[in-house]
């Protein structure tokens, strides 16, 4: 179980994190001598993750948190006992696909978003 909280929305949903480090400001130059040399501003852990099964009402309370508080998520993946804190979903739109649980007659999500480090 994952949950996302931003402004004291929280969304609870299955699913995956997998973490992305990269280098911000990367600039990259070839010396006289012809050697390669690089130089970045800093290291941060982008997050992609991988959502598996998202109620209609976490998804849209995920969809208030995307529109209003986008400025600082924290993210707490609660099977593995790790937090990432000070994120924002990244993108111009939220974009999960709905599909239809035909035993319940209810509607979940399923998809992937981008967050990055702030």
Do not use: A, C, H, W
């Not at 979903?89 to 480090?117: A, P, R, S, W």
């Amino acid at each position: 179980m994952i949950k996302i909280s931003s402004s004291g929305i929280s969304v609870f949903f299955e699913g995956s994190i997998k973490r992305l480090p990269s280098k911000r400001g990367l600039s990259k130059t070839t010396t006289n001598v012809g050697l390669d040399k690089t130089e970045f501003v800093r290291g941060v852990v982008n997050l992609s993750i991988t959502i598996d099964y998202m109620t209609e009402d976490d998804y849209d309370k995920l969809t208030t948190m995307f529109i209003s508080s986008n400025n600082r998520i924290d993210i707490e993946d609660m099977n593995r006992g790790r937090y990432f804190s000070n994120y924002y979903i990244d993108g111009e739109m939220l974009e999960l696909d709905e599909k239809e649980d035909i035993e319940n007659n209810t509607y979940y999500y399923v998809g992937g978003i981008q967050l990055n480090k702030r």
